[in-house]
């Protein structure tokens, strides 16, 4: 186990991968798919907890691999929750990618909606008033169907942090 745990973080970690210019758009898909599995099971899979420090510190200087577990999160399906939970674990600047995250808080299940407001409230960068503003109307109108549910009160409290950025 443990040769293919260093197997996949030396892979990952290898900086050709980020910043190879494909010719074949085919190539460069098939290339990110492979990236996006890899971050995937590096983060999720508990035989590579222990990489899982250093996977996160890869991801938070490295721009393109910010890209691919924002990619991972959005075609996740049982392993969102890990995914978004990485981002603020991590320590990764996500304010570029607030609209993502607040979506993630309206449209996803509650667990990953707790995680996705957990990224949210853990953003330190700027983000344009029209943006928040704009946000705030869509998370309003998300809210009307989920009144009743549990979700609600997340709901509610990202107007709140969505608010500070008007």
Known sequence: ???????????????????????????????????????????????????????????????????????????????????????????????????FFATLVVKEKFEVAMEALTVIEHMTGEVRPEVAKKLIEEVKEGYKPQADSPKAALLLDLVQLLHRWE
Not at 16 to 35: C, G, H, L, M
Not at 67 to 87: H, M, P, W, Y
């Open 1 to 99: 186990m443990a040769i293919k745990r260093d197997i996949l973080v030396d892979k990952l970690f290898d900086q050709k991968q980020f910043n190879t210019v494909y010719i074949s758009k085919v190539d460069e898909e098939n290339a990110k798919t492979d990236q996006v599995e890899m971050i995937t099971e590096l983060l999720c899979d508990d035989r590579h907890k222990p990489s899982r420090a250093g996977v996160l510190h890869f991801i938070k200087k490295e721009p393109k691999a910010v890209e691919l577990l924002l990619r991972a999160i959005a075609e996740a399906t049982g392993d969102k929750q890990k995914l978004v939970a990485a981002c603020w674990e991590g320590d990764i600047e996500c304010t570029p990618f607030l609209t």
